[in-house]
């Protein structure tokens, strides 16, 4: 069990902060028991030995947190001199652990609310979108991408259920944050 240092409302959810004793890498999400039920987070941040997650729907009333994580597979930001990140329809947070790292590291970034055409190639775009926007990314920048797959069910968030299988691939190891030529259609 985590300490709950803050709960925080905000416009899209309940931003936690919980004490943690290990760093999580860019790209990584982590599971939290919230009534009784584990739910997958992405990390909005880490500072200071804080973990800071996002709940975007319910509540959360507790003073302790049962946290299964950091799971999944980092992203290696140092191969990259931009990081460019895209979200729609209110997913930011999704892609803001990451964007913040690579400030913290000296690396460009930049948020964006539209898919672009070009990307340089000493860059990476990290992609949140709702399911259903994903095949409108061009294939020209599929190489350079990766996406948050959000849109699938995780039940054990360690690959042996197999239930978050997505086109042959199980996000919950080797994501959540897929190379987008793997996910897109």
Known sequence: M?????????????????????E?????????????????????????????????????RYNWAYIKGPLGKGIDLTKFNEIIGVAQAGL?????????????????????????????GDALLIISLPKEKINTISRDILSRSLIY???VKMNCSVGVCGVC???GYLPCI????????????
């Open 2 to 22: 985590f300490k709950v240092v803050s709960k925080e409302k905000r416009e899209n959810g309940i931003l936690l902060k919980i004490k943690f004793p290990v």
């Open 24 to 60: 999580p890498e860019a790209g990584q999400f982590v599971t939290i028991l919230n009534d009784g039920k584990e739910i997958p987070l992405g990390i909005y941040d880490y500072v200071a030995g804080t973990l800071h997650l996002i709940i975007e729907k319910g509540d959360f």
């Open 92 to 120: 930011e947070h999704d892609i803001h652990y990451p964007l913040v790292k690579a400030e913290r590291m000296g690396i460009r970034t930049r948020l964006l609310d539209f898919i672009p055409t070009y990307v340089p």
């Open 149 to 151: 797959v959000r849109w």
């Open 165 to 167: 299988s997505y086109r």
């Open 174 to 185: 080797e994501g959540p944050f897929m190379e987008g030529e793997k996910i897109v259609a």
